[in-house]
């Protein structure tokens, strides 16, 4: 639980900098990854739209895992700060509530949305695919959730923003926070459609960003909320795989 004596400027000054650190994971992982996509360029050549997303996605990721070591080493924190072991049944128990969970959402939102004929708004990826028409990069992204993106973002979101909360909040309220700056750090790459279809897909990132929050504070595990959105994200890109080669006119809203 947070200390009595923390006071609100202390709050206040932790928020700004586990804000700050989240821009620092979006934008700094995407400056660090340049340099290496224009050499893999150079040396390569032109890329197929397939293979292009997949170095984009590995550097990042890896410009990320980067990024929380320069967090450590500024802290003189040593690598044990890091909550990653291997999941006990119970801990496996709550990876699959909250994919269930997170699934149930999911669909109620397509649902509704269809339904009342409110859109949401797209991940970017979507638009990519449609550009390019290279329709297997959702098998590289399913493939990648589990190997970059889920892991290289729960450790910098869970396991470093998150948990700098914790001497300045009672970890519930930190898991609120910090499930808020990851929903508004997604902002970017879901403002493909517009203000309105932006703002109705927010709520879902912030519940998003909740269970995997708390279901990290719970455990003390980050290989839970590493599967949980792994899970997640490769159904999803699965799902509009599918409905890609099938040419069905609705799926699953892609978030």
Do not use: C
């Amino acid at each position: 639980m947070a200390s009595t004596r923390v006071t609100d400027r202390q709050r206040v000054r932790a928020v700004l900098l586990a804000a700050g650190w989240s821009l620092v994971g979006l934008l700094g992982s995407e400056l660090l990854a340049l340099p290496v996509i224009a050499t893999v360029l150079f040396v390569a050549g032109p890329l197929s739209d397939s293979v292009y997303y997949s170095v984009s996605m590995i550097t990042t990721g890896a410009s990320m895992v980067v990024l929380a070591g320069v967090y450590l080493r500024m802290h003189d924190l040593d690598i044990g700060y890091l909550d990653v072991k291997l999941p006990s049944i119970r801990e496996l128990g709550y990876s699959v509530l909250g994919f269930v969970l997170l699934f149930a959402a999911l669909i109620v939102v397509s649902l509704v949305t269809q339904a009342i004929g409110v859109q949401t708004a797209e991940h970017n990826v979507t638009r990519i695919v449609e550009e390019s028409g290279s329709i297997e990069i959702y098998l590289v992204l399913a493939v990648l959730s589990f190997l970059v993106i889920a892991p290289a973002e729960e450790l910098f979101y869970r396991n470093i923003v998150q948990k700098s909360l914790y001497d300045w909040f009672s970890r519930p309220r930190a898991v609120v926070i910090a499930s808020a700056l990851f929903a508004l750090i997604h902002v970017p790459v879901y403002l493909t459609n517009g203000l309105g279809p932006l703002l109705t897909t927010l709520p879902f990132l912030f519940v998003l960003a909740l269970v995997l929050g708390e279901s990290y504070r719970r455990t003390r595990n980050l290989t839970v909320p590493i599967l949980i959105h792994a899970v997640f994200n490769a159904v999803q890109f699965l799902n509009q795989y599918y409905v890609e080669v099938n040419d069905l006119a609705v799926g699953i809203t892609v978030l």
